[in-house]
């Protein structure tokens, strides 16, 4: 049997991810576990800015980059089919840990902020699916399409879905 390389598997694994996405799953912005600390917003849709991404700062980088980071680390396991449970749940752990830093710090527009919130759902919806079915499809997979969304509608400089 042939080995594949990273490329090849990340490739595989987007693959996957556009064949099993749902429009009805990309659409949802999920409920969130904290409170919001920013301007009051209307119903959160992703768009973009005038036809150019949206702004990003630092905390926003800061989480986004230590998700991709914890989910990319995952994607081998994944593949294997041997994410645990166990790993599932620290990796929703962290996305949550992640989601509550970046909503406590993160300053954007009240739009970008609508359309981050899309996302964070996304990602929160994601994380709780890891904690009971690591190797579902609307676990990790949601995850790193969600991060693939994020790179479509936010200008974050360097981003790139392909850590080590």
Known sequence: MM????????????????????????AQSGDMDHQHHHDAHGAATLSLD???KWATDEPLR??????????????????DNRLSKAEGEKLAAYIHQQVT???ANCNLS???DAGLHV??????????????????MEG????????NRYADYF???????DHP
């Open 101 to 103: 830093y970046m909503v």
């Open 62 to 79: 800061q989480a986004m980059l230590g998700i991709n980071h914890a989910a990319m680390s995952a994607v081998g396991a994944f593949h």
């Open 119 to 136: 996302l964070i759902g996304d990602l929160l919806q994601a994380a709780e699916t890891l904690k009971t079915r690591p190797q579902s």
């Open 3 to 26: 080995k594949m390389n990273r490329t090849a598997l990340h490739i595989l694994l987007g693959i996957c991810l556009m064949l099993f996405a749902s429009p009805s799953s990309m």
């Open 155 to 161: 200008d974050h400089p360097d981003w790139v879905l």
């Open 50 to 52: 005038n036809g150019k």
């Open 140 to 147: 990790l997979p949601r995850i790193l399409q969600t991060l």
């Open 110 to 112: 009240p739009k970008a």
